[in-house]
């Protein structure tokens, strides 16, 4: 016969240890997960190793419970459970039922008394039983049937209390815990005990008189005249406290150990909480590729293959999805198209599609609204064949990135699945990885397209309800659709590119690398492959003795930090880190831009990532024209190959002039940044007048370059480390500079502060159009996760904003030139510059109206500028 195995719970107790041992995550929807996590964690580990045959998880029931009767300040100290661990119960609870865990509470009883009632009837029906608590008090249960695992560091670490291991421990039975309690008191449950008396007195003198009642029967006994007293005077307190530790093992529960048999988990239930809560380690522990549904578990789904596409399938209101598999939809083939509205669920294969007038009026008639999945990439697709799809009104991918920009947006299945709608497959599986990516048949195909249309009709109310309670549907509606469709524009239009003077370039490049690369030979005394770490590292550091910073496991490091502490110590070092940044050049940028430009247009068609960063600054990529390196005379050249696509036209750049630093001013609401900002004044020298107490004739050239590199590093959230390393001082040094300043700028200082509690309050940093970003570091106990965190919080409102801005400026830049009716267009955006090209004549009004509509974007404390300039090529627009 199967011996019966008992694990009995303290849900309470484990809940708190999970909450207050692990950072506060939160999941993609902002629900704080680290209690359920942690609670988790610590249910598949017992389940594991315990295999128990019956399991329940006892709950306290409410704030009163019948020991108050004895004691009204029983558990009074205690603070009020955090708002953030509350709304984490329901979960733990659904976790439980998903498991096919019994769970209990009873009114006016704790969870200790029920789990002290099921164990003594377990015991006394033969079972083996595990407790499980955070709670010592629960170690007065231990027996010879009877282990209690108390969790340690963590949540997983736990202690086993057998009589032995408290005999061992306490040099007590398991019965004379209560009589410690009962003398030393328990500060977390207010139980107060005999004043003065701690734990080991009382150990003490439960060795010499065995139970607390022998004790209060021979006081005249106790040595030490301080202590006889005390226990005298506090005998009932004692007697009290003793009653009030006692678990009570018969209380009136109306469950049997026959109803808390367990026989596993349900796993369809478990896994959906699992991608719920954004648990995919766990997903992964479950195994079986538990985190994709298979093709086969997916609910059936009706849909129409029209012969011919009609007016008369289309509707006021429309879910559109465009398939391509290649990311680069500027080239990529469109495989199908779905559709979902009031008239049904339809699959229009590509080719009858694009050839038929009905779509194409369809697609370009404003008035019928269109909800996409990445409003750009379809709008870009469709206009190679002469089709510009017009009223897109809710983009899926862009709210999905508003309400959480740190979570991947990997698919439309992955977001679909963060709000439990799991009839739809990821990419990945339907269409495999890499090299086995193929397209299946023309049936599975239109099914997985029409499942996707039908996942966003059900998304839409879900993201919108979320926008909503966020503060953030305007965010989304007046800033981030109407740029996608602005970035769309400056896609399809493109940058021309001289492909000529690239080649011209990359020819001179090739030389000077070679001149470069005969000196190091040169200083090394040999040839020698400079490309290859392993032979420059024997040069460096076996040949010419230099010193060795960091090894790897292959041998000496030779990475760019390493060569940049070097430098002081050989010539030769100057030269490796020059050949290495040209040679980046040649390859990345010469190279790189020559395979991307179109043949037919002769300009390259950069894609603006605008739901990849955290903070809601745009990237570019194929080819990232944002990170043309500038510092080197080389790098800068690079820009003269970027000129108009048409003749008597230039180049105008418009750049906002310190943004970041305007926005801190604004956000911290310092008085003396946002006075030199009103005064125009350079914001640099301001910064090296307050921190070294000099007048602005005396600011040196060095004052002011320290003073710039501490206001972009306050900006940028730099440590005293990081500034150090910028300006070549001791971290002392750098410590000192840092508090000068913010003793300077007290509102920074001040709005530092703030905003790293408001993150640990909420979880999440805002910036100034209500953009989020979650931080769940905030509250981690490894130092260096919090600091990084900390500087998260205080920099994202700054950068975000700044991001923000630019972004409206790009939205009124785009109806001002409408509205004047101008044939200048916007090219690019790189960081905080916009890029357009323009007619000569048009010049003169864009002097006026570019700097006008940017400083005018939005509305700060402080002035916002701009510096323009113009010229035949993006070279000469600086």
Known sequence: MEKKKLVLIDGNSIAYRAFFALPLLNNDKGIHTNAVYGFTMMLMKILEEENPTHILVAFDAGKTTFRHKTFEEYKGGRQKTPPELSEQFPFIRELLDAYGISRYELENYEADDIIGTLSLMAEADGYEVKVISGDKDLTQLSSETTTVGITRKGITDIEEYTPEHIKEKYGLTPEQIIDMKGLMGDSSDNIPGVPGVGEKTAIKLLKEFSTLDN?????????????????????DQAIMSKQLATIERKAPIEVELTDIGYEGLNREKVINLFKELGFSSLLDKLGE????????????????????????????????????????????????????????AFYLPTELALKSASFKKWAEDDARKKTVYDAKRSEVSLRRYDIHLKGTNFDILIASYIINPSEAQEDLAAIAKKYDISNIQSDESFYGKGAKQKVPEAGMLAENLVRKAAAMSKLKEKLEDELN????????????????????????????????RLESMG???GLRLTEIEEKICELAGEKFN?????????????????????????????SADVLEKLAPHHEIVEHILLYRQ??????????????????????????????????????????????????????????????????????????????????????????????????????H??????????????VTSNMRRQAKAVNFGIVYGISDYGLSQNLGITRKEAGHFIERYLNSYPGVQEYMDTIIQSAKEKGYVTTLLQRRRYIPEITSRNFNLRSFAERTAMNTPI????????????????????????????????????????PEEEIEILKELVPLVMENAVELDVPLKVDYAYGPTWFDAK
């Open 215 to 235: 004790l209060v029967q021979s006081l005249d006994q106790v040595s030490g005249n301080k202590l006889k007293e005390k226990l005298t005077e506090f005998k």
């Open 289 to 344: 590729d538990a985190a994709e549904a298979e093709p086969n578990q997916l609910e059936e789904i009706e849909f129409i293959i029209p012969d011919e596409i009609t007016d008369d399938l289309f509707a006021d209101d429309n879910y559109f999805y465009v398939e391509m598999l290649d990311d680069n939809y500027h080239h990529a083939e469109i495989i199908g198209f779905s559709l979902v509205n009031e008239k049904g």
């Open 469 to 500: 309670s966020n503060e953030q549907y305007e965010l989304f509606m007046d800033l981030e659709m109407p740029l996608s469709l602005i970035l769309a524009d400056m896609e399809s239009c493109g940058i021309k590119v001289e492909r000529s």
């Open 507 to 509: 020819r001179e490049l």
């Open 530 to 558: 400079i490309n290859s770490p392993k032979q420059l590292g024997v040069i460096l550091f076996e040949k010419l003795n230099l010193p060795s910073l960091k090894k790897t496991k292959t041998g000496y490091s030779t």
């Open 582 to 683: 040209l040679g980046k050049l040649q390859s990345t940028y010469i190279e790189g831009l020559l395979k991307v430009i179109d043949p037919k247009t002769e300009k390259v068609h950069t894609r603006f990532q605008q739901t990849l960063t955290a903070t809601g600054r745009l990237s570019s990529i194929d080819p990232n024209l944002q990170n043309i390196p500038i510092r080197l005379e080389e790098g800068r050249k690079i820009r003269q190959a970027f000129v108009p696509s048409e003749k008597g036209w230039v180049i105008f750049a418009a750049d906002y002039s310190q943004i970041e630093l305007r926005v801190l001013a604004h956000i911290a609401g310092d008085e003396k940044l946002i006075q030199a900002f009103k005064d125009d004044m350079d914001i």
């Open 685 to 698: 020298t301001k910064t090296a007048m307050e921190v070294f107490h000099v007048d602005k004739e005396e």
């Open 799 to 838: 950068q975000g904003s700044a991001a923000d801005i630019i972004k409206k400026a790009m939205i009124d830049m785009d109806e001002a030139l409408k509205e004047k009716r101008l044939k200048s267009r916007l090219l690019l955006q790189v960081h905080d510059e916009l890029i357009f090209e323009a």
